[in-house]
């Protein structure tokens, strides 16, 4: 039958396998989209672990671009057969949140995280997307499904690392941890206009791959203090730091690696820190130093989406370096499991249709 | 000799007096100014507690107005004989972090913040400005040098407190403690458009107060838990929330009872709170709920000083109803000793010469 | 026939009337509202002389609260029955404009401004309403719809012509013009701390009007060069200016009264200005002397609206002084004459069902 | 004699010459540079041509870096001997306008722009510098002084042009004119996250030099009417236009070309053209299309040199392609010449000591 379909999905705490079920309908204002490339991400990894309470056999995934399939009554601004992108994150527009800008806060905290979380998820041959004429993107003619991939969470969560960090011109940022994430924030800040970009990673393929990306030195966090040496190197600390990891060291480091006035900009996940952050009173002068803490979730929505798709269009970043390996879906399960115990240097692996 | 003046000085971990010496002279850029209202600040306090390493003998305070005594050479801005209000918080505008506009943090972190601190403080009968150009704000004539001595401290912390805190228009916002920088921020929260303002207090001297200058309601935080009560009552949490004290209680208040997307707007000095702040990681959307966290020191300087006593002096705001005693300088250690004891519901003493 | 509805129509190029039409449907999305209050807008006036193309016979109003009458497939934020306002202004919060925060732009320029520019107004017994998740505001309880009514434009604009100017806590700020959005400007400056606000207007029940609505002083433009007078009055100019009129004069005024470095917010409506508007080089520095110029038209939006009633509801402010005339339906067209000729020193007519 | 000098002087209307005058001497807080390099800039050119109200004697020029010739008591920030750059704007940073950030209005409007406008200019084997630590920037170590010149003018310049056009990141610019400014506006949109840049300009070199400092598509206003083809090209207009001529038609063209809610950023002189610039209200939105307006003039200090400086350094721009052309001093005439009539293609002149 042509109305099932293969997926990812969880299958018990810690457990994935490829499952069959039927191809999702568009309802009024939905779509349905036919994919064709995925990325995986270390959050499916954290969702596998149990950091968000999912049912069993919830597919996996929120990575992923393809062809429309189906929309629903009153979705205008595509047609079926269109290449799209649709964000990890899909807010609906209307509610208080998303009126105020808070776009990825839909309806409530991380609201607008669906795939996965609140439905299933798009490690799959075909998803759901929720408020299809404001979450779909025309993929660009020239631009690739995996390359347009990337818009979809790693360059959207980087970038807007980036953009929330209030980079002076000419600036420093400290960018901490450099896998997919940081990675793609080390991209945001020197497409942004940093004018030092001090990256903290200490697996050397990812540290080569943060040079490649913009970073001017990249210090590894094993062999030295990272956030005294950023303050030695800066005459004092960066002007803004990103966190890019997820995690109390990292966390820690941005705001001692910071100057008075300069700015934390966290897109971390700190799921697995415990039920609390601590923030070093000393280098955070008493709460008096003019530090700034900014959070935020990949934000989503067709126009942020065709800006990302812009950059990759016009060649003004390439992330495509972070794809280290390919699957046809049908391996996907061996893809889910080098991620997931990060073998073989992995950094993002692609999956096709 | 005319050329002695008193003042108060720490005299040793927890003792102040009174004490005699030269009044000081103004090299070139430097004013002298002979004072003539002083109100005594709970930092007098934690300095005197040992929160700040200061020397024994070092005179306290740092809100302060006068008369121009002398000049330094090249000091073109004003001349001796004019009535004139100065910042605790004295920038120099030239450093680095002056230059990109974090003033408050001169040459470093918290650096403009001088007096006491740094040199001698200005509960004295005349007292010493840095960089008078940038530092001394003439008082306009009718509004009152007891009234204008608001300007020095209270208003500029409890207002930027508001600045910071991202108030939308109509917007609804938390102020957690109603000391005389909690009520300071009540009025600065009011007069930048909050439409709903929620204070946190349980002394009810501080509530009525609070009520007074633009509170819609008070909650008592020993009958009820505030974030949760905030959060029902705005449907999620409000837009701004302004810690005011600089507690662990307080802050992780303001994080729980903001909503998504919100901003916390620290104005307290944590030096009271151990070496770590903790953020719980539940309300803080494990780092990607949006919200962000902002931290200030009484931010100075003339054109400021100058805005601040426009509000004064046509009525905008008036924080008199804080001065709840009175003394010449004659008596301040009896002031101290109230202040420092938080004896008879006082808020801020005014000491006169 | 209950499905009948009256309304005020634009009958020819001039003339007005009351005219009987069918009750419109609510769609997918949708809803529609029966009117309990409206008031005539400057700009139906400006409709009905020409200024938009508009075919005879199109219903005119945009400012018009009521009680829900129905909602169509889809619409969840609200109920039949509830009493909700709707802005002059009603974007769909999809397109890009939307999505890129440019609500009032939704789809292209001015594109949000619906009522009467592309379809029936709500100076009419029953409105409809697209978007209305989007959309709808529900009134808070205790907030008369009479009162509720100004959100709808009068405070939209004029308070967005104050958030947009970058006024300083305690700056000083000019409003050119004092009809019933520089009215509501003037409310707006002293909502955001504004320290000294001049307003502009030789109209001497208007002038009183803005005194009481918190202008510090207001200059009669007949008797005295506003701007000239405003730079002497703050030693070079205001930090901002609000042109609240949309005329040649009063834009150049605003120009010319602000400080380099200070900003003009726009919210005139420069239909009868001919093909352009003229910048004065030499007050503008030839173009160098930092000033900013900001324009917008009447945010729309629930979350707005919510503000705006919220403000109302808590006491903030009250614009209710402006509403100088009350007419029922029966006699818009009486209320239309006295509007459009300026008669009896309205200011706003209030029309009841 | 070892005090006495040579530089580039206004004769008389129009007419340029070297003059031999004694070198300036260093008061308090002020320096004395002794050039190594200079730019000449089409200024120059304007105030030669009356423009500025200069008297004949004048020194020209504002883009010059050297080493520290002698400076004044209580200059602490740099030593004689060092490398230092210093921009054409030197504000005192203390005054109103720089302590509310307005420091290239210092004093009053454009009062920064001393060079020329209000003392001798720095096309001089020695300039004078005011408030030297708010204004001398040390060259790091490895920048060449004739790179860093470009940070005295041109590159603060089109940069700020830039900075000022809230370009989204992946967002649409355009550019109108590729001269000296106009390609470091270009640099400037690249360098800040731009996703489609499109340049204005007629002549084919600099169209060429568009191209490489990063433009996508470069539209020749003689062949086509630049903002039609632009509006047509982004499907509406672009998100931020950046005005780097001074001229009604390139300034008409931004407004025209931008889409509603964008913003236009104008960092051209508009001193030739006629008393005032007109604004093309179609194209605005009668006022109300939510199109912004910003102006600026070149920003100094060496908080900013030191960030541009750091771009330089770090590779991030290179503005040296614009050397079209190089002279000694003796032969500033024979420069001034060929800029004044934009001879040969030039685009900017070195001079060397």
Avoid at 18 to 39: Q, Y
Avoid at 129 to 142: C, H, Q, R, S, T
Avoid at 209 to 222: Q, S
């Amino acid at each position: 039958m042509t109305d099932r379909m293969r997926g990812l999905a969880l299958l018990g705490q810690g457990e994935v396998g490829l499952v069959e079920r039927d191809i999702p309908a568009a309802g009024p204002g939905e779509a349905v989209v036919r994919t064709t490339a995925s990325l995986i991400c270390t959050s499916d990894v954290h969702a596998v672990r149990g950091a968000v309470p999912i049912p069993d056999g919830r597919l996996l995934g929120h990575e992923s671009v393809g062809v429309v399939h189906a929309i629903g009554e009153g979705v205008s601004s595509v047609a079926v057969g269109e290449r799209v992108a649709v964000n990890a994150i899909t807010p609906d527009g209307t509610c208080d949140y998303c009126q105020r800008g808070f776009t990825s806060q839909c309806g409530g905290p991380l609201g607008a995280y669906r795939y996965t979380a609140r439905k299933d998820g798009n490690l799959a041959e075909y998803f759901h997307v929720n408020d299809a004429d404001y979450n779909l993107a025309p993929i660009p003619d020239g631009l690739a499904d995996e390359v347009a991939v990337y818009a979809c969470d790693m360059l959207s969560t980087g970038l807007v690392g980036a953009e929330n960090a209030d980079i002076p011109i000419g600036g420093t940022v400290a960018v901490f941890a450099q896998g997919a994430v940081g990675l793609s924030a080390t991209l945001g800040a020197r497409l942004l206009g940093a004018g030092l970009i001090i990256a903290v990673e200490g697996i050397p393929e990812r540290a080569a791959l943060a040079k490649r990306f913009g970073a001017d030195l990249v210090l590894d966090p094993a062999a030295t203090d990272p956030a005294a040496e950023i303050r030695a190197l800066t005459g004092g600390g960066v002007d803004s730091a990103i966190e890019a990891l997820g995690a109390q060291a990292t966390w820690e480091g941005c705001i001692r690696a910071t100057r008075a006035g300069g700015t934390i900009s966290n897109i971390g996940y700190h799921g697995a820190d415990g039920p609390t952050l601590s923030i070093p009173l000393d280098a955070f002068g008493l709460g008096m130093a003019g530090k700034k803490i900014t959070t935020d979730l990949c934000p989503g929505g067709r126009e942020r989406m065709t800006r990302l798709m812009r950059l990759l269009a016009n060649g003004r970043v390439d992330p495509t370096p972070m794809t280290t390996h390919r699957f046809p879906l049908a391996e996907a399960e061996t893809a889910f499991d080098i991620m997931a115990n990060k073998k073989d240097n992995i950094i993002k692996p692609l999956i096709t249709y």
